[in-house]
């Protein structure tokens, strides 16, 4: 576990170096353009590191299914009827060897021009996450590049039946496929036939898809595009392998490692397991794991011990949605961190919208107090809808007291999702991707980061004044976090201490302090956030005596420094033990006060 605060940069990497700006619904990469690999340069790279950044998450490495052609380096083609959009969804991987071709400038070698990226990366100092995707994989799978002794997924499974512990997939037994049907207002390619002529996509017997239907036909809603891995686990949820006995929670990594070795466990565990010993091997600094909780947590203590026996610095990220799961994937599954969604972003979107007073967030902070450190903050990704989008909140500095707050509120990583800092809208109708959200699935333009990537300048030359200042604020919130060492302390909400202070404001402004005790210092942090976007609060608030004595402080006058801010120097009087500090908190407006 790192000991210092994290920022993770999210890219969706064929989006973040396109310079086209017009585009048509389901448009081609010559009509819509497309970013590669080389338009992370020096200068791109430096600037991501100059906002405050220490990982790039790069989205939509591996090999992916994609409507375009490629079969001149040998490539099977895929069928459009199992791909999602025309660019294809980054999580229906074909090939786990490879990359994908689109980021290439020559495909034929593209896993060199990777490897090339991951070093530039760390010249700047930026370490490097892919995604593993160990849920399910594309319906045509086959690996181009696999190292010696490795076969595809699927090669030697029994597909007879519909289960045995160690074939790859699940089967449908004396059924075939059968693409879903396509609702009527969407015309897949934006109706142009395509080379194969639409003709039925062929799979026999069928198999289960990725998010767990059985049917031999899925619906349009599933994970049509992929099927669903075995892990060892029978039809009727029963496990063939060895469970982890509980009182592992307690033990590291390397006790884990051990209780494995002399274990059976199904094949899939080994390929994936091989599958993230190989993208370490050329340099990634970790993975972010795609829908974690699917896959049972005794993989993840076989998967991750094998990756922290090789790489014990590897960063390992899991998405899980179910909070009854959390610390067992963090203290079995060993997971560095987890999506903070169901908790912290689903509040603070609440709040942000007026659905929730502030108080709120205290209820989220209780309930994760123990395991604060491994929860990844965010407020956009792919898979959420951009701050600025009507949908969501409909202008970009809403999101400013948020993410004060969830990035002081502890010292767990916190993520941006590029564009974001410039307040990007997603309003485009991509095609498969619709607005609100910044398509995945599509070949798309990305204006508001296009304005600031000026051509590949990297320098904002296009920004209006307010996107400007709206970067200024991320970047100077998020290189503050870097050099703060109170968010590695203990955390005190200031909301009930300030009760009565808090009467017009009391829904929309945020209290808390964050405090790092050493034997010869201390450093505190008080951060108040104002979730109002028209109203300007005047507040003194009071900072309890338990906290000023935590703080070493005698009675009489400090001077606080905002480090969010270029406002006015604050006092703080200290009397009788207790601290008062009046406060004018600006409409979305926060400060970040230490003791100067």
Aim: hydrophobic letters at 35%.
């Amino acid at each position: 576990m790192a000991r210092n605060k994290l920022n993770i940069y999210q890219v969706f990497t064929r989006l973040f170096g396109n310079k086209k700006t017009a585009y048509v619904p389901w448009g081609t990469k010559e009509e819509n353009g497309l970013g590669k690999f080389s338009d992370f340069s020096d200068l791109a790279l430096s600037e991501i590191r100059k906002l405050g950044m220490t990982h790039v998450w790069f989205t939509g490495i591996p090999h992916h299914a994609v409507v375009a052609d490629y079969t001149n380096i040998n490539v099977q083609n895929d069928h459009p009827l199992v791909v999602k959009g025309r660019a294809g969804s980054p999580y229906a991987v074909k090939d786990y060897y490879s990359v994908n071709p689109d980021l290439t400038d020559d495909p034929e070698v593209g896993l060199s021009e990777f490897k090339q990226l991951i070093q530039r990366c760390h010249k700047h100092n930026l370490k490097v996450i892919i995604d593993i995707v160990p849920n399910h994989v594309a319906r045509q799978y086959r690996g181009l590049n696999n190292p010696k002794n490795v076969t595809d997924f699927g090669v030697n499974d029994d597909a007879s039946v519909e289960y045995a512990p160690d074939n790859n997939f699940y089967y449908i037994p004396k059924q075939s496929f059968v693409t879903p049907n396509i609702p009527s207002e969407f015309e897949l390619l934006g109706g142009e036939l395509h080379a194969s002529g639409h003709t039925e996509f062929h799979e026999s017997p069928a198999r289960w898809t990725g998010n767990g239907a059985r049917t031999a036909q899925p619906s349009f809603d599933d994970w049509y595009e992929t099927v669903k891995i075995n892990y060892g686990i029978r039809p009727d949820g029963s496990m063939d392998f060895e469970e982890l006995p509980d009182h592992y929670r307690r033990l590291g990594y390397q006790k884990h490692y051990e209780f494995w070795q002399d274990k059976q466990v199904p094949d899939s565990w080994h390929k994936f397991r091989d599958i993230a010993l190989y993208w370490l091997a050329l340099g990634v600094d970790g993975f972010r794991y795609d829908m974690a909780e699917m896959v049972p947590v005794e993989f993840w203590s076989y998967m991750n011990s094998s990756i922290k026996t090789r790489c014990p610095n590897a960063f390992l990220l899991a998405e899980i949605y179910q909070p009854s799961l959390y610390r067992d994937y963090i203290e079995l599954g060993k997971m560095d961190y987890l999506y903070d969604k169901v908790g912290l972003y689903d509040t603070l979107r609440a709040v942000m919208r007026r659905e929730q007073p502030t108080s709120s967030i205290d209820s989220v902070q209780k309930e994760l107090f123990d395991i604060e450190q491994h929860m990844l903050h965010f407020l956009e990704n792919h898979d959420e809808q951009r701050i600025a989008s009507p949908q969501f909140a409909g202008k970009a500095e809403l999101a400013k007291p948020a993410m004060v707050v969830s990035a002081l509120m502890s010292s767990a990583p916190t993520m941006l999702y590029f564009g974001q800092e410039v307040g990007e809208p997603a309003n485009e109708d991509a095609g498969f991707g619709k607005p609100s959200r910044t398509s995945i699935f599509d070949y798309i333009g990305v204006p508001h980061h296009q304005r600031w990537m000026n051509g590949g300048k990297f320098d904002g030359g296009q920004l209006t004044e307010q996107e400007k200042s709206l970067r200024d604020f991320y970047s100077k919130l998020m290189n503050f976090t870097l050099q703060c060492k109170s968010l590695l302390g203990d955390f005190d909400s200031l909301q009930q201490a300030n009760e009565e202070q808090l009467t017009e404001g009391r829904d929309s402004v945020y209290l808390f302090t964050r405090t790092a005790v050493a034997t010869k210092s201390v450093e505190c942090l008080i951060v108040a956030a104002n979730f109002d976007d028209e109203n300007t609060f005047d507040i003194s608030i009071t900072i309890p005596r338990e906290l000023i004595a935590k703080w070493r402080l005698d009675d009489g006058s400090y001077t606080l420094l905002d480090n969010l801010g270029e406002g006015p120097i604050y006092k703080m009087k200290v009397h009788n033990g207790e601290g008062r500090i009046n406060l004018q908190l600006s409409p979305s407006g926060s400060v970040a006060l230490t003791l100067a």
